[in-house]
Each structure stands twice: as C-alpha cells, then as structure tokens.
C-alpha cells in the first residue's frame, strides 16, 4: 500500500524488452534506503517490484498487464519518473490510499495557473470518470490530489507548488498522457452496490439502482 506522497523522482536507466515483458532500471537515491528485492516500489504510480538493488539503482520486471494499461510503455532512458516506496507501518498517512494499481489512463487537456497553484484538466474514460468525485481523492502519475471539478468526461485538480516541485507533473505539458488510480474505498462500494444485481441478472456489468442523487440525499 502507499500513500501517494512521492519521495523522490527517479530517472530511467534502461529499458529491456523481451516480447510482451519488460525490465526497466531506474537510478535514485531515497527510496533505495532499506529497499531489499522484493520490496514494493510505486513508479509513476504504478507498483513494481524490486528484483535487483544496486548502490544508486534498482530493476523490476514489468507484465504486459501493466504495460497495457499504464504509461510505462512510453517511457525511455532519461524520462523522469515519481518514485514512492511503500507504506511502512508506522509511517504518517500523508495522503491517501494508494493501492498502485492503474484503473486507466488521462489525457491532459488544459493547464492554467491560478495564483502560486496550477489547475490541470484531464480526460478519461468513462470506467475511470466513474468513480471521480468532486473533493474526492485521485492518484495522478502516482501523486495523491484532491479533485476540484468534476465534468461528464474530464475533471480538475489544483496543484500547489511544493507538489510542483517534488514531482514529475511539472514537467507534463498539454496533451501528456498520465496513469490515474481511483479511490480504492470508492472501487469496493461501487462493487458490492453491484454485486446483488449481478447475481440476479448474470451479467458480468450490473446496473445499479443506487444513483448520485440518492446518495447525496442520504448525505454521501
């Protein structure tokens, strides 16, 4: 689990394709203190696991599973990369809960800068606006933001610039594609809001009766 406060950013070594697979190798400093293989390290939110430590570098092996539905397929030697390790247990819960599990990707559709923050817009996917909610929690690129408005196909976050500063957000520009993981509390009610209608119907994507406005009535 982690927290999407990033540590540090990260800067990709080398990256090893063998058909659908891949190995990256990524050069860093603060998450490699008491990282052993097979610790979990979160890449641009992404949670891959450490097969070899070395004295300023790590390597983890990536499925096509991740490649498919992530960004790391698009990175090469050089790109910058958010790094976090996982949570440790008596570590300060900064921000959110963090799984590293890519619900999808966005694209960046507008930046604009309001006072010392800057707002990015993003557009997703219908499977991923879903579980958007107006002052809810997002991971973006493995970055824990609150979200500021929410629309039918895109929604904004509001940056402040020590998170600027800290992450590889700055350094996206219109058009950037970026991984996104929803709130994990949020995946488990929508799925046993479902999980009766399923079972009636047999289908494998259930409707539910539970709707936004009867959830705000009940003071959700």
Request: hydrophobic fraction near 40%; aromatic fraction near 4%; glycine fraction near 12%.
């Amino acid at each position: 689990m982690f927290t999407g406060i990033i540590e540090e950013m990260g800067t990709v070594l080398r990256i090893e394709r063998s058909g659908a697979f891949a190995g990256i190798r990524i050069q860093a400093v603060k998450v490699l203190e008491g990282t052993k293989a097979g610790d979990s390290i979160a890449v641009n939110g992404v949670c891959l696991t450490v097969t070899k430590r070395g004295s300023r570098d790590f390597t983890a092996d990536v499925m096509p599973e991740t490649l498919s539905r992530s960004t790391l397929g698009q990175l090469g030697p050089g790109s910058s990369v958010n790094l976090e390790r996982a949570m440790a247990a008596d570590g300060r819960f900064g921000g959110h809960i963090v799984s590293g599990h890519i619900d999808g990707t966005g694209t960046i559709e507008k930046i604009t800068k309001e006072g010392n923050a800057v707002r990015y817009q993003i557009a997703a996917a219908p499977k991923v606006m879903r579980g958007i909610v107006e002052k809810g929690s997002v991971a973006i690129d493995g970055i824990s933001l609150t979200v500021t408005m929410v629309k039918r196909e895109c929604f904004e976050v509001s940056v402040i610039p020590h998170t600027l500063s800290e992450t590889t957000l700055a350094l996206k520009k219109q058009g950037a594609i970026v991984n996104l993981e929803n709130d994990v509390i949020g995946k488990y009610v929508e799925r046993l809001l479902c999980f009766g209608g399923e079972e009636k119907t047999g289908k494998g994507s259930p409707e539910s009766n539970i709707t936004r406005e009867f959830l705000l009535s009940a003071g959700f």
